[in-house]
């Protein structure tokens, strides 16, 4: 039976909070519903790898609603609080309001987020928002459109992001704005980017991540989350931006705010690592568990579901492996080789 910080054992939630070997607590859960994207981002899908042959996941393979919605409740079970739907592009799979509309009704859920791409929320936006969604975190690295086209691989325009957005708005959504810093590729136009949205949404700026196998990624182009401050200033100085207190332990990014209110966030994966206060769990498209964004290796839950696991050995599985989680690859980045990381296409980012 699961043990918890305050040494009890819990059926149901209340009571204490189940820790992993560092002391973190099990908050969030993250989970992809496809592995599938219509874009091809060159530091996550690029495509010379995932081209028109590359063998997608059958349907057959991914997890159903029924299976997504009862290992959250087991997830719930455990402390999960917030929940946040990824991908690939989660909007490719099919019916998901449905799914939303499920996971909200689950007891002990505080929050449904969803990360995208924004190209089909202009179409899904109400329905999302309709169905129980709470808020959206909307990837757009740049609004120079030859830029943006060469980072998504598809000569896709920026503006097909921004009507995502808008309609996002419109439907009462709340809205973050994700954006990779890339040194020589979109760093030249930050505060652009910045400045044109900052009064519709949060954006966060990210440095580039050595997520996947396949992006590229060298220390080189890793513009620090200090210096995107100083590209986004007026001044070239930062000193505009106040930090800003976190909302809670285990928020990502860095929140700074300028004079006038405006809100921004800094995600220093590389270069400030946040290890240590790591509350995510990552279930991917065909239900295999993972403790962190850069793990080889994870545990199958679907197996297990699938072969007639009843909900207390899938929530004695869980509880097992976050209580001998000790993942911090982040602060040991330089340390520590993983030749074969888990794709963030296979469990969103």
């Known amino acids: 039976m699961p043990q918890f910080a305050n040494g ?12 992993d070997r560092l002391g973190r607590p099990l908050r969030d859960l993250r989970i992809s519903v496809t592995d599938r994207c219509n874009l091809r981002c060159t530091y996550c899908m690029p495509a010379s790898v995932f081209g028109p042959d590359y063998a997608f ?8 609603f ?20 990824t991908g690939g592009e989660p909007l490719l799979r099919r019916d998901l309001p449905d799914l939303i509309a499920r996971l909200s009704r689950i007891e002990g859920v505080d929050d449904i987020a969803l990360t995208t791409n924004g190209l089909l929320l202009p179409r ?9 969604l709470k808020r959206v975190t909307v990837s757009l690295d740049s609004l120079d459109p030859e830029v943006f086209g060469q980072m998504n691989g598809l000569n896709v325009h920026p503006q ?5 957005i808008e309609a996002a708005l419109k439907a009462g959504l709340g809205v973050k704005v994700n954006t990779v810093v890339q040194r020589g590729v979109n760093d030249a136009g930050l505060r652009e980017l910045w400045l044109a949205l900052r009064e519709q949404a949060v954006v966060r700026f990210i440095e580039f991540m050595d997520v996947g196998n396949h992006n590229g990624w060298n220390l080189d182009s890793v513009v620090p989350s200090r210096e995107v401050l100083t590209r986004l200033s007026a001044d070239g100085t930062g000193a505009e931006f106040q930090p800003v207190n976190p909302h809670y332990r285990g928020e990502v990014a860095a ?3 300028d004079g006038a209110g405006h809100e921004l966030g800094l995600i220093s994966s590389v270069t400030a690592p946040f290890c240590g206060d790591c509350s995510r769990a990552r279930l991917s498209a065909v239900g295999v568990l993972y403790t962190c964004l850069f793990a080889d290796q994870g545990t199958d839950l679907r197996a297990p579901l699938r072969a007639g696991a009843d909900d207390a050995a899938l ?3 869980i509880s097992g492996v976050w209580q001998g989680r000790r993942d911090r690859y982040s602060e040991e980045r330089g340390e520590v080789t993983r030749e074969r990381k888990v794709e963030m296409s296979h469990i969103g980012g």
Do not use: N
């Not at 899904?124 to 129980?132: M, N, Q, R, V, Y």
């Open 315 to 317: 929530r004695e599985l």
């Open 124 to 132: 899904l936006a109400a329905d999302l928002k309709a169905a129980g």
């Open 57 to 64: 996941l059958p349907r057959a393979e991914l997890l159903t």
């Open 255 to 257: 929140r700074h705010q």
């Open 66 to 85: 029924e299976e997504i919605e009862r290992l959250s409740l087991a997830f719930v079970d455990l402390g999960v609080r917030k929940l946040r739907l």
């Open 8 to 19: 009890t054992a819990r059926h149901g939630y209340g009571g204490g909070v189940l820790l």
């Open 160 to 164: 097909r992001v921004l009507d995502g």
